[in-house]
């Protein structure tokens, strides 16, 4: 497959739509759920995601073989998403816990499909969300958050800090699921 698939970015690389369709097949579910995670209407989604793939077609003589190429379109999704995002909701987070209220929310092993994730992360703000994405499903640290939204580390992990509390209270609500906090 991997020899396959640096034919069809090559491809690509060349215009070649017959590659294009093949490639948009090949990643078109993995990214636009990456474009859900951060966007709750699916129509905004889907204006994302066509963004970010023509994005793709037309910037991938960038993409230079150094890495994932999948990680490599998942950044490109992901800034498409965040872009968005500041253009329709204010992400300037502003609220900061102090240090010795900053816990950790430990939760059970429990079976959720991906649309019962989505659902309970849709439930969450924007802010928290965002974040949220970016620290666990993009493996970001709280620098490098910062330094993408333009706030400090502190509200990132605070905003995340957040995050976790508030998806205990609503699974704790919807679910009746036992979870630990520290």
């Not at 994302?48 to 994932?68: L, M, P, Q, R």
């Not at 490109?76 to 900053?102: A, Q």
């Not at 939204?149 to 992990?157: D, E, F, P």
């Amino acid at each position: 497959m991997v020899a396959n698939l640096e034919h069809i970015i090559n491809q690509c690389k060349s215009q070649d739509p017959d590659a294009q369709k093949v490639l948009y097949d090949l990643y078109k579910d993995t990214l636009y759920a990456v474009c859900l995670r951060y966007i709750k209407s699916s129509h905004d989604a889907e204006d994302v995601f066509i963004d970010a793939f023509y994005k793709i077609f037309t910037k991938i003589d960038h993409f230079k073989g150094e890495g994932s190429f999948e990680g490599w379109m998942r950044r490109i999704m992901v800034n498409e998403s965040l872009m968005f995002l500041r253009k329709k909701t204010n992400l300037h987070l502003t609220v900061e816990l102090p240090d010795k209220e900053i816990a950790d929310v430990q939760e059970e092993e429990d079976d959720m499909s991906f649309d019962d994730i989505m659902k309970v992360l849709d439930e969450l703000p924007v802010g928290y969300r965002t974040i949220f994405n970016l620290y666990v499903f993009e493996d970001m640290k709280h620098r490098e958050i910062a330094e993408m939204l333009g706030i400090s580390i502190n509200t990132s992990k605070s905003q995340l800090i957040l995050a976790k509390k508030r998806l205990y209270e609503i699974l704790k609500k919807k679910e009746n699921l036992t979870f630990k906090i520290k």
